[in-house]
T-cell receptor
Framework: EAEVAQSPRYKITEKSQAVAFWCDPISGHATLYWYRQILGQGPELLVQFQDESVVDDSQLPKDRFSAERLKGVDSTLKIQPAELGDSAMYLC?????????????FGAGTRLSVL | LAKTTQPISMDSYEGQEVNITCSHNNIATNDYITWYQQFPSQGPRFIIQGYKTKVTNEVASLFIPADRKSSTLSLPRVSLSDTAVYYCLVGNTGTASKLTFGTGTRLQVTL
């Protein structure tokens, strides 16, 4: 079964450093999502791509977060500079609008710890 | 976006049927109801989706009354491995669909 790939699985960084997360969606999925999940809470959508275009980034803290999907396939989420409050799980998901249900498939996530 | 309300936690013994109810009073006409399961340190996993009446797959059943203001996820004969957080979401399945997760229901299954 095809999966959404994310790397790294774990990242420890110091405050004010830059970090980047990578996501490779399921082949053929045009829609890609980045979520942030704080421990004990549900995932919160940060940004949504349709192919290479941003559809929704209303919850993305744009002063420090950036996301790109240059060729409409894999995607990178960057934080610069990282703050203590950024410690969370960062999840990537993809879906295919062509599917009747448009179900989102999630990767295993990247757990970020900011020290 | 329709807001959902679920119990924060539930406990069950292995082998029992578990029913988790979700309220979504302001669901829109073109919204579907979708349930996800999440284990610790993993991403959410799709369980089941429905629009009205009843949907059943190999994992669960989803019951939706005529007014669609609530839905119930039914897990038959749960096992220890069903211990997880279950999220109920409502939204349409269009290209710009957006899922809004709540805090979910934490199900604990014991022997």
């Amino acid at each position: 079964e095809a999966e959404v790939a994310q790397s790294p699985r774990y990242k420890i960084t110091e405050k004010s450093q830059a970090v980047a997360f990578w996501c490779d969606p399921i082949s053929g999925h045009a829609t890609l999502y980045w979520y942030r999940q704080i421990l004990g809470q549900g995932p919160e959508l940060l940004v949504q791509f349709q192919d290479e275009s941003v559809v929704d980034d209303s919850q993305l803290p744009k002063d420090r977060f950036s996301a790109e999907r240059l060729k409409g396939v894999d995607s990178t989420l960057k934080i610069q500079p990282a703050e203590l409050g950024d410690s969370a799980m960062y999840l990537c998901a993809s879906s295919s609008p062509g599917q009747a249900k448009n179900i989102q498939y999630f990767g295993a996530g990247t757990r970020l710890s900011v020290l | 976006l329709a807001k959902t309300t679920q119990p924060i936690s539930m406990d069950s013994y292995e082998g029992q049927e578990v029913n988790i109810t979700c309220s979504h009073n302001n669901i829109a006409t073109n919204d579907y109801i979708t349930w996800y399961q999440q284990f610790p340190s993993q991403g959410p996993r799709f369980i089941i989706q429905g629009y009205k009446t009843k949907v059943t797959n190999e994992v669960a059943s989803l019951f939706i009354p005529a007014d669609r203001k609530s839905s119930t996820l039914s897990l038959p004969r749960v096992s220890l491995s069903d211990t997880a957080v279950y999220y109920c979401l409502v939204g349409n399945t269009g290209t710009a669909s957006k899922l809004t997760f709540g805090t979910g229901t934490r199900l604990q299954v014991t022997l």
